[in-house]
């Protein structure tokens, strides 16, 4: 029970900081219950714990907010899965779509000698198969600076940096169009009635939604 208890506050932590840090302003209770597809009042409960250890705090206003303790704690667990993703995608040759689920396993190895192992073996790697950045054993992490491709001036290069839906449909949609982190592109043209996008990629063009392109993230 205290093993699997474990695993629920680590991922209470990383679903914390992953909202705090998304389009979710004031993280409460609802939001929080939905983004673990959880009971409210199972989360509820958890959450009281976790302030009790002093790793969130329940405001006046009722959002639940990491304290320091919590987030070192949660860039942490961030640090180790997106490690084992490029281990999973460069050593043992999985697929980006195929990763998420088994990193989530592995993430909960506590054994920070390991993951110092891990990353030199990789070469410090500063991102991971899906363009986040990876957390330093300070757990300082190095923000870059994205758009969507959908406002990526036209005749102009830009490089995939990261994604802003990272989900299993959506990586095969990208594998099929020979999209990966790191290529370039150029957009030609939009459609002006529905924003699709023609694009330039590896000397062939190709045409996306206006939704893939707002979930593909580039620096110009």
């Known amino acids: 029970m205290q093993h699997f208890t474990h695993h629920s506050e ?3 932590l990383k679903t914390l900081y ?4 998304g389009k979710v302003k004031k993280v409460n209770n609802i939001a929080l219950s939905k983004a673990l597809e959880l009971n409210p009042a199972t989360v509820l409960e958890m959450v009281r714990k976790m302030a009790e250890r002093q790793l969130v705090e329940l405001l006046a206003d009722k959002t639940i ?13 961030i640090r180790k899965h997106r490690l084992w993703e490029v281990f999973l995608v460069d050593k043992l040759n999985y697929k980006w779509n195929e990763v998420h689920d088994l990193a989530e396993q592995l993430e909960h190895i506590e054994s920070d000698d390991l993951i110092q192992r891990l990353e030199a073996f ?3 790697p500063s991102v991971d198969p899906h363009g986040d950045p990876i957390p330093d054993e300070h757990g300082k992490l190095k923000k870059i600076k994205t758009q969507p491709l959908s406002d990526a001036p036209i005749k ?13 449909e959506f ?4 594998d099929k169009a020979g999209i990966s982190i790191g290529d370039k592109l150029e957009v030609l043209e939009v459609e002006a009635f529905d924003g699709s996008m ?3 990629h590896k000397k062939s063009s190709i045409t996306l939604s ?4 707002s979930n593909i993230l580039v620096v110009v």
Do not use: H, M, P
């Not at 990586?171 to 990208?174: E, I, R, S, T």
């Open 10 to 12: 680590e991922n209470y």
């Open 65 to 77: 907010q990491l304290t320091d303790k919590g987030r070192k704690k949660a860039l942490q667990i």
């Open 122 to 124: 990789l070469g410090f």
């Open 198 to 200: 023609k694009v330039l």
């Open 171 to 174: 990586l095969k949609y990208l």
């Open 210 to 213: 206006n939704e893939a392109a």
């Open 18 to 21: 992953k909202l705090e840090n």
């Open 156 to 168: 102009k290069k830009v490089t995939v940096a990261s994604l802003a839906n990272s989900s299993n």
